[in-house]
């Protein structure tokens, strides 16, 4: 297999971008997250028709875009992971990525390790 992940850091093609991390807790009923602000470099392209035939929210969403960051580096779903010595996990909300001055959503990540990256489609945050 070929390794891209050279590429996709390559400073002719990586763009900066921010990405807000959501860890949290739920207490008496409501989620308590813990915002974290991490640099990110990758490659951002608008995302394809292919890309969008590949989740279902994308006929009710608009402004979608595909962020590939190498495999060290990965973007998440909402999901739970269990921190080291705790056996209750702690629970992680979809990472939020910010460029040009617009929040995406992390929707759907697919991991292409062999090849070295990860890319993941992002769904446009209206701000309030």
Same mark, same amino acid.
């Given at each position: 297999?070929?390794?891209?992940s050279?590429?996709?850091s ?14 949290? /807790? ?6 308590v ?6 640099t ?29 960051v190498? /495999? ?6 909402t999901?739970? /992971? ?6 209750d ?12 001055g617009d929040? !995406? ?9 062999? !090849? ?7 769904? /446009?945050?209206?701000?309030?």
């Amino acid at each position: 297999m070929i390794d891209i992940s050279e590429m996709i850091s390559d400073p002719d093609f990586l763009q900066e971008f921010t990405v807000y991390r959501q860890p949290g /807790y739920w207490v008496a009923g409501d989620f308590v997250p813990n915002e974290q602000a991490l640099t990110f470099y990758g490659i951002i392209m608008p995302a394809t028709t292919k890309d969008l035939e590949q989740i279902p929210e994308a006929d009710k969403v608009t402004g979608m875009m595909c962020f590939y960051v190498p /495999y060290d580096t990965p973007l998440y779903v909402t999901q739970n /992971y269990p921190l080291t010595g705790d056996s209750d996990p702690e629970k992680l909300n979809s990472d939020q990525c910010v460029w040009q001055g617009d929040r !995406y959503r992390v929707y759907q990540t697919n991991s292409y390790d062999d !090849y070295g990256y990860i890319k993941a489609i992002c769904a /446009y945050m209206p701000g309030d």
